[in-house]
């Protein structure tokens, strides 16, 4: 029977919730367990998949279609475990399902209520899909005292009692702030946050502290007392150089020891860290680095290409050489200027566009792709990346008005919306003016690869599968003009309808795809794009 960890925070958002639960699974997870970890977000957005990047960050796409919150892109980067849509639930989904239970007359005439209806779906959520695992870590979004959060704490309070205490602990996640004025740490902010939680009738095992500076045994057991917690169980979480020292840092605080401990397990033999040693090995001692220009229109917002940042840093593990991000607007470009973008791009070792939505910023991205192009700089193409690449290249070959129908109507549509397509489990299909959520194609879906093309040597296989989140496709009518321009269709979608990757065998690098493969990136697993991306790049640099 799985055990479950439930993982609150406490004083302010932000504290890095979903990176410690990433974290404390890997070192669960090093120790031969099996492991899977879960979101709960009160908002009532029935996903983030129609939120604005400028308020929740990127969205995370699963292999089974799922948009989800940027947490699961931490829980799968630091176990490898493939995150599904049971793993991240919101408060909209939950009432969406019990008002359309209510419609149908599930209920049979009861007056619906949040006890026990709502915490029963949120109970269910939590348990389902575990019998294989050893440990199952929620993560409660928001903060202990936030309106919408109750629900899910009164749900977590009755799954202690249902399952008993010694199949579930409680992590809280709090601040010690550090005020100058004073030279003081000070301890009753998590003082309040803890009798909060403990007001609704759920007292934390475990406190994790998060603060600028180092917390003195004093401060420490001050914490434990006045919170009624072991002092061994007040663990420290200061800032680390990389993300991927995580791990290490709570291990040497003893996180891991202190929640086995917790549910009355002899902690035994030291973990295997070996492969983080390695990686932050890697990253703390890079034999060179190179600097990629991200040309994209949310460069305000570093969450919203979390993944991508990520991906990129992958590349730089696997090739031992530090990624310099240089967040470049697209709008920058939009000028007419080309001194000002030979200025801006010539330093970069490569280019990539990626991902998003709307017109703003696609002809900065379109002239990024073409200094790439015309100037042999390593270029590569996400999602809407790619688009803009043949955008590109059909005007390079005479079709002066190429575009895409997502910016309005077009009489040369290179990019337009497909209305249907074929999946394993048949034609899927969409409206245009539809609702936005979940009309785009989601999830994994198979490629398969030119046989002498630059992809599948760099995968090493000629079909693959990845992640995709978008409305609009390459336009196959224009597939001979572009392929006489030298960009060639390297990966198509198994019935060939739809175009998958694009490549410039003359180039040194140039390739655009579809989908998002940074979705699929691990540091102890860099995606082979990424990989030969930055490779590449490290070639370019010593050119210039």
């Known amino acids: 029977m799985a055990r479950y960890i439930f993982i609150t925070g406490g004083v302010v958002s932000s504290l890095g919730k979903g990176l410690m639960a990433a974290s404390l699974a890997a070192l669960l997870q090093a120790r031969g367990y099996r492991v899977r970890i879960r979101k709960f977000d009160p908002y009532l957005n029935v996903d983030p998949g129609t939120m604005s990047p400028h308020q929740h960050g990127e969205v995370y796409v699963t292999d089974d279609g799922a948009e989800t919150d940027l947490d699961l892109g931490h829980y799968e980067r630091f176990t490898g475990v493939a995150s599904r849509q049971s793993d991240n639930v919101t408060s909209g989904r939950i009432y969406k399902t019990i008002i359309e239970r209510e419609r149908r007359g599930d209920y ?88 909060e939680l403990a007001a609704l009738g759920v007292q934390p095992d475990v406190l994790v502290c998060r603060s600028e500076r180092d917390l003195p045994a004093g401060e420490r057991a001050k914490i434990a007392q006045f919170c009624n917690v072991r002092p061994e169980a007040v663990i420290p979480a200061l800032d680390a150089k990389s993300i991927y020292a995580v791990p290490l840092q709570y291990h040497r605080e003893g996180l891991d020891v202190e929640v086995l401990r917790a549910f009355g397990i002899e902690p035994g033999e030291a973990p295997n860290l070996a492969r983080w040693d390695d990686i932050v090995e890697r990253i703390t001692n890079p034999e060179g680095e190179v600097t990629i220009g991200v040309v994209g229109k949310y460069m305000g917002v570093p969450d919203a290409y979390k993944s991508l940042t990520e991906a990129l840093t992958h590349g730089g593990i696997a090739n031992r050489v530090k990624v310099n991000i240089r967040w470049l607007d697209a709008e920058l470009f939009e000028r007419d200027d080309e001194e000002e973008v030979t200025a801006v791009l010539e330093p970069m070792h490569g280019i990539l566009v990626p991902g998003g939505f709307g017109e703003r910023g696609s002809e900065g991205k379109i002239a990024g792709v073409r200094f790439a192009r015309e100037r042999n700089v390593p270029f590569f193409g996400i999602c809407l990346g790619m688009q803009m690449a043949c955008i590109e290249g059909a005007r ?36 245009e003016g539809g609702d936005l959520g979940g009309t785009m194609r989601l999830g994994a879906y198979t490629a398969r690869l030119g046989g002498n093309s630059v992809v599948a040597s760099i995968y090493g296989s000629d079909e693959i599968s990845e992640r995709h989140r978008h409305r609009y496709e390459v336009n196959t009518h224009y597939k001979p003009v572009l392929e006489a321009g030298g960009l060639v269709f390297s990966g198509m979608s198994p019935d060939g309808s739809l175009p998958e990757i694009v490549e410039r065998p003359d180039h040194p690098w140039f390739v655009g795809v579809q989908f998002h493969p940074e979705l699929k990136s691990k540091p102890f697993d860099p995606h082979p794009l990424f990989a030969s991306f930055i490779e590449a790049a490290v070639k370019q640099s010593r050119l210039v």
């Not at 007056?111 to 779906?121: G, K, L, M, W, Y």
């Not at 895409?404 to 249907?420: K, L, N, Q, S, Y």
């Open 108 to 195: 049979l005439g009861a007056t619906v209520q949040v006890i026990p209806h709502v915490t029963d779906a949120i109970k269910a959520f939590a348990q389902d899909e575990t019998d294989d695992l050893d440990f199952v870590l929620c993560e409660i979004g928001g903060t202990v005292g936030d309106i919408e959060s109750l629900p899910f704490i009164e749900a977590i309070r009755q799954l202690r009692n249902d399952l008993g205490r010694g199949q579930t602990v409680s992590i809280h996640v709090t601040l010690v702030p550090f005020i100058a004025a004073a030279g003081e740490l000070k301890t009753k902010p998590t003082q309040h946050s803890v009798r």
């Open 396 to 431: 390079t070959q005479g079709v002066k008005d190429a575009s895409t129908t997502e910016f309005g109507p077009t009489e040369e549509p290179v990019v337009g919306m497909i209305t249907e397509w074929m999946t394993g489990e048949g034609i899927q299909k969409r409206e």
